[in-house]
């Protein structure tokens, strides 16, 4: 599923207006580029729409969730183990169309995630999936009908601690005959889950699997419907008892705590968020619903009827592990990965604090033009990579005779494996403010 990963950034609202003013201030930029980029050893045109930078290109070759005893391996092996029946995918290339991340979702035409401000696009015809969703359509019109899907993900966002521009999902899915027979399929393995469930340590707080303002859809039997719907949420109560019943220690007396919540996603309907209760706080965990049925349409399994979810991996990894930093994940340090095995879920140790670097810079937005807050951390990240723990905007205004508009960001660079000294923060501070009066055209305070 497209919902949830990181941030649920998809839901944001974007004004038509600027995009606009957002792709003008991305032609300057374009202007600047090669006429082709290498990605993956293959040569793809360059044009008006390309935003992806060097910084994201480098991360797409290295697949965190194959390396042996990184944390989000071990947590996909725990999540395909938890469906050994189903097909576990994981070697899908991240590059695909618009059409494909977007249209054949039922993704409306004027979705803030199509925009560039959102999304890395390599040229109009090519970008970076957004979401494992991505592949649902080809998974299924090949033929596969109970499969998980974990793979990398990008998407433009901010720079904190818990956002990253790459993460990593994992998509199930499974669809049944829309027929007598898938509804004995159905009843059958919701006898066997729902009994599973009862003899286990669990509260879930539910809520009607179908409702008027979680409707079936109009071409869905509503038993049916609500059959398959109760079917996902028993799949996944056991996978959150799975998941978390076990990281919850030795207190085996304290049941896990699951809460559904109704929700909207233009993708799945009747669609629905689960929580979990963990070390005494709410933590959302995923997203999920009962397909579209012109997604299957579209994939050519128009007599089927299923469900599917999707979680983000480094979310869950980072409560499960009390990793505090999303960049941590990304570590070569040794004094990280050798913390971590295959197969067992350890509590992370820092095994160092280092100094905050705090640098302001101040700057003047040409009139009538937009920066939009996803390109200024771009450039940050792309000039200084992972020495950036935090941007935060701290002032903006608008002068009352000149009209202009003032812009004030606060980068926090902090090593995660080392102190960093002033003179080299003051030289990489020197090049981020260099790009950005050179990219965007900015008259610097």
Not at 185 to 192: H, K
Not at 211 to 223: A, E
Not at 387 to 410: A, M, N, Q, W
Request: glycine share 4%; proline share 6%; aromatic share 10%.
């Amino acid at each position: 599923m497209p919902i949830l990963g990181q941030g649920a950034s998809f839901l944001r609202a974007l004004p038509r207006r600027y995009v606009h003013k957002q792709r003008r201030a991305l032609s300057a930029v374009s202007s600047a580029l090669p006429k082709h980029i290498e990605i993956l050893g293959q040569q793809y045109l360059t044009d008006l729409t390309t935003n992806i930078t060097p910084a994201i290109i480098s991360k797409i070759p290295l697949r965190l969730h194959t390396q042996p005893s990184h944390p989000l391996s071990t947590l996909r092996n725990l999540i395909e183990s938890h469906y050994p029946d189903f097909a576990h995918l994981s070697s899908l290339s991240p590059l695909v169309t618009p059409f494909k991340n977007f249209d054949e979702l039922s993704f409306p035409q004027d979705h803030p995630g199509r925009s560039v401000t959102d999304s890395y696009y390599i040229n109009k015809d090519m970008m970076l999936r957004t979401h494992t969703s991505a592949h649902e359509v080809e998974t299924f019109r090949r033929g596969e009908t109970k499969w998980l899907l974990t793979a990398d993900v990008y998407r433009r966002d901010e720079i904190d601690g818990s956002h990253y521009p790459v993460f990593h999902q994992v998509e199930g899915a499974r669809i049944f005959n829309a027929d007598a027979s898938g509804m004995k399929e159905v009843e059958e393995d919701n006898e066997r889950l729902s009994l599973h469930l009862a003899r286990s340590n669990i509260i879930i707080e539910d809520v009607p699997h179908i409702s008027p303002t979680n409707p079936v859809q109009p071409s869905h039997n509503p038993q049916f419907s609500e059959a398959v719907a109760k079917n996902l949420k028993l799949s996944l109560n056991s996978l959150m008892l799975e998941i978390f019943g076990a990281a919850a220690g030795a207190n085996s007396e304290e049941p896990l705590r699951v809460r559904w919540i109704e929700a909207y996603f233009p993708f799945t309907s009747p669609s629905f968020e689960v929580e979990v209760m963990f070390q005494g706080k709410w933590l959302e965990i995923l997203g999920c619903g009962v397909v579209r049925q012109a997604t299957l349409d579209t994939a050519g399994v128009s007599n089927k009827i299923g469900w599917a979810f999707g979680l983000g991996l480094e979310r869950i990894a980072m409560i499960l592990y009390s990793i505090p930093d999303i960049r941590l994940f990304w570590s070569t340090d040794p004094r990280f990965l050798s913390q971590f095995e295959q197969g067992k879920i350890t509590t992370f140790k820092p095994y160092s604090k280092y100094p905050s670097c705090f640098k302001d810079v101040s700057f003047w937005l040409p009139r009538n033009a937009a920066l939009h807050e996803n390109d200024f951390c771009d450039l940050v990240r792309d000039t200084a990579g992972d020495l950036v723990e935090d941007v935060k905007r701290i002032d903006e205004f608008t002068h009352p005779k000149t009209g202009k508009t003032s812009l004030c960001y606060r980068i926090n660079y902090r090593s995660m494996d080392r102190s960093l000294s002033n003179e080299e923060i003051n030289h990489v501070q020197n090049d981020v403010v260099t790009r950005l009066r050179d990219q965007f055209d900015v008259e610097i305070r």
